[in-house]
C-alpha cells in the first residue's frame, strides 16, 4: 500500500513538474522539451553535436524565432538580423542575460561580465581605457616576439621537416594567444611556449583548461546544483589553488615595482591599473553605498584578472586555429596573402603598414564570419516587447539566445554562397552587407571589450606567419576539422604541415 503510494506521488509530482516546467510555453513555435534535459538529449547536443547545427535546425523548422530548452531553462532564439538589430539598439529592455550572468557569478561573481549599473561603471572606468586602439598598438612589438619564438620553435623542433604532420595546432594557438595576453595584460611571462613548459606540462595551462571544462559543464545545470557541484569537484579547487597562485604572482611582482615604473606601466597596462585601483580600506569602502565607491577590492581584481586571462585567450587562440586551418585547406588565398604581405622579415612591422593590408583583413573577417568563435549571447527582457520583424510578443523577463553563427551564413544576407570561404566578397559584392549578420563580437552596450585588441593580435601575428611559412593540408583523415565547443569553438581535427618559405 506504501509502496502504491509512494508511486502515485512521484506521477503526480512528475506530470505537475512536467507541465509546470518542461512543457513548451505560449505560442512561439519548437520542440516539446524533455524531463530535466529539455531539448539537449533530443538534438544529440549530449553527444557533441555542434550547437549551430541544431540551431540551423530548429531554424529550417520553426523559422527565425523559437523556443530552445537548454535543461530546465527556456530561451527565445532570435536569428533574424533586424530583430537581433532592434535587440541590441535596446539596451533598456534587453540587458545583459540573467542566466548567463549567474553563470558566470559561480566562477567570477565581481567581474566587469557579471556586473550592471554603478558596479559595472566603476569596473570599466578602470579597464576601458586600456583597452582603446592608441593603447593597443603599442604591444605590436611583444606580439612579434611572441609570434617569432613560435616559428623558431616551429623551425628548429622537427629539423625542418616539412612532412611533419602537427596534431596540436589548436594547443599550440592558444599557448601563443596566452603568452602574448600575459606579457599585454599583466606583464608576466607565462611560459607558455617556452619548450619544457609546452602543453600538458604548463601548470597554468592545465589550470585554465580544468577551468574551462568546469565552466562548461555547470552551464546547462540549475545554479543551486553547481554551487553543489563546485562544493565537491576537486578538479575545480585545484584548477582555483593554481590559478589563484598565478594572479597573486603577477599582482606581488606589479607591487615591487617602483614609483617612477609604475607611473609609466599605469598608462598601458591593466595590471599597473588594476593594481593601482587596489582600496587601501576595504572595510570601509564595503559600507559604502555603490554609486559612491571608488577602487576595486582584492576579490575584484582577482575576479577580472581571471575573466581576461580566459576571454583575452582562448577566443583569438580560436580564431587563429581556424585561420591556419583555413589556409591549409586554401592554398590560393594563402597566395594572395603572402603576396600583399611580402617577405621582409629584417624591418620592424609598424603598425600603420599592419592597418594598410587590405586583403589581411577580408581574410580575418572571413574567418570570423565562417566560424564566429563564441557561439551566441544572451539577454534577458526588463519589460515586455515585440520583435519588428518575426512579430513575436516577448515578455519581461524571457531570456533572449542570439547565435552568432547563424546570419552569418544566412543566404537571404550575403551575395555571395555564404557556405564558400572566399575572402574578396568584403572587397566587391558583399561589402555592404547587412550588420547584424555578421557579429562575432556581440553588439549593442555589452558587446566584447577586447575586439579592437583581438583584431590587432591576429593581423600581427598572421602578417608574421605568412612572411615566413606556407600551411599545408596533412590529409582529409587528419585534417578534417569538425568542431569541439569550449569557451570558443575549436577544430576537432586539425593535421596541417608547416613548410618554411
Ligand atoms: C576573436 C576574439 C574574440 C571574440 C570572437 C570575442 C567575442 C565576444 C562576444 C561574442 C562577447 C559577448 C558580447 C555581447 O554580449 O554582445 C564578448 C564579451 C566580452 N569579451 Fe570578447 N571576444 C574576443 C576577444 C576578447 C579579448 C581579447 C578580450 C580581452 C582581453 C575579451 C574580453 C571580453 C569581455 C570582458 C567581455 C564582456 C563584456 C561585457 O560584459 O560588457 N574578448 N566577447
Given amino acids: ?4 503510494l509512494i508511486v502515485v506521488l512521484i506521477t503526480v509530482l512528475f506530470v505537475y513538474l512536467k507541465l509546470k516546467y518542461f512543457t513548451l510555453r505560449g505560442s512561439i513555435p519548437g520542440k516539446s522539451p524533455n524531463f530535466l534535459v529539455g531539448n539537449l538529449l533530443q538534438t544529440g547536443f549530449f553527444n557533441g553535436r555542434y550547437l549551430g547545427d541544431i540551431v540551423k535546425e530548429f531554424q529550417t523548422k520553426y523559422g527565425d524565432t523559437f523556443q530552445f530548452w537548454a535543461g530546465p531553462n527556456r530561451m527565445i532564439f532570435v536569428c533574424n538580423p533586424d530583430d537581433v538589430q532592434h535587440i541590441f539598439k535596446h539596451r533598456q529592455i534587453y540587458e545583459q542575460g540573467k ?19 554603478s558596479k559595472y561603471k566603476r569596473h570599466a572606468s578602470i579597464i576601458l581605457p586600456l583597452f582603446r586602439r592608441a593603447k593597443i598598438v603599442n604591444n605590436i612589438d611583444i606580439i612579434i616576439d611572441c609570434t617569432d619564438k613560435l616559428l623558431d620553435q616551429w623551425r628548429t623542433k622537427f629539423d625542418h621537416n616539412p612532412n611533419h604532420i602537427y596534431t596540436d595546432i589548436v594547443d599550440q594557438c592558444q599557448n601563443l594567444s596566452l603568452v602574448i595576453f600575459g606579457f599585454i595584460g599583466f606583464d608576466y611571462d607565462l611560459q607558455t611556449l617556452e619548450e619544457s613548459h609546452m602543453s600538458k606540462n604548463n601548470r597554468l595551462r592545465q589550470a585554465l583548461k580544468d577551468f574551462l571544462y568546469v565552466f562548461i559543464f555547470t552551464i546547462p545545470l540549475p545554479t543551486s546544483i553547481a554551487k553543489l557541484y563546485l562544493k565537491v569537484s576537486s578538479r575545480y579547487r585545484r584548477a582555483i589553488v593554481a590559478i589563484n597562485s598565478y594572479l597573486n604572482e603577477m599582482v606581488e611582482q606589479e607591487q615591487r ?21 587596489l582600496q587601501v580600506d576595504e572595510a570601509a569602502e564595503s559600507l559604502k553605498l555603490e554609486h559612491e565607491k571608488k577602487g576595486l577590492s582584492h576579490t575584484e581584481v582577482f575576479h577580472e584578472m581571471l575573466l581576461f586571462l580566459v576571454s583575452g585567450s582562448e577566443t583569438t587562440g580560436s580564431a587563429l586555429a581556424w585561420f591556419i586551418f583555413f589556409m591549409s585547406k586554401n592554398l590560393r588565398v594563402q597566395a594572395k596573402l ?20 587590405a ?33 513575436v510578443q516577448l515578455c519581461e523577463g524571457d531570456e533572449i539566445f542570439i547565435p552568432l553563427n547563424i546570419g552569418s551564413r544566412d543566404e537571404r544576407f550575403w551575395k555571395i554562397d555564404p557556405n564558400l570561404f572566399y575572402p574578396e566578397r568584403f572587397l566587391n559584392e558583399d561589402k555592404d552587407h547587412h550588420p547584424y549578420a555578421m557579429i562575432p563580437f556581440g553588439g549593442g552596450h555589452r558587446q ?15 602578417t608574421r606567419l605568412m612572411q615566413r611559412v606556407t600551411f599545408g593540408d596533412g590529409g582529409s583523415q587528419l585534417n578534417s576539422g569538425g568542431y569541439v565547443l569550449k569557451l570558443a569553438i575549436v577544430p576537432k581535427h586539425t593535421g596541417i604541415t608547416i613548410i618554411f618559405d
Avoid at 500500500?1 to 502504491?4: A, E, K, P, R, Y
Avoid at 542566466?99 to 549599473?117: M, Q
Avoid at 599605469?266 to 599597473?272: P, W
Avoid at 577580408?362 to 515586455?384: A, H, S, W, Y
Wanted: with cysteine.
Fill in 257 to 277: 615595482k617602483t614609483e617612477e615604473q609604475i607611473m609609466e606601466r599605469k598608462r598601458t597596462s591593466l595590471i599597473a591599473s588594476l593594481v593601482d585601483s
Fill in 99 to 117: 542566466l548567463e550572468v549567474d553563470h558566470h557569478r559561480l566562477l567570477f561573481k565581481d567581474a566587469l561580465i557579471c556586473n550592471t549599473g
Fill in 448 to 462: 566584447c571589450i577586447g575586439q579592437d585588441l583581438a583584431r590587432f593580435e591576429l593581423k600581427v601575428i598572421i
Fill in 338 to 357: 603572402k603576396a600583399e604581405l611580402g617577405n621582409d622579415i629584417q624591418n620592424r612591422l609598424t603598425a600603420d603598414q599592419i592597418e594598410s593590408f
Fill in 1 to 4: 500500500m506504501l509502496f502504491l
Fill in 359 to 391: 586583403y589581411l583583413d577580408c581574410v580575418i573577417q572571413e574567418v570570423l564570419r565562417f566560424i564566429p568563435p563564441i557561439v551566441g549571447t544572451t539577454r534577458t527582457l526588463t519589460m515586455n516587447d515585440r520583435l519588428p520583424i518575426s512579430d
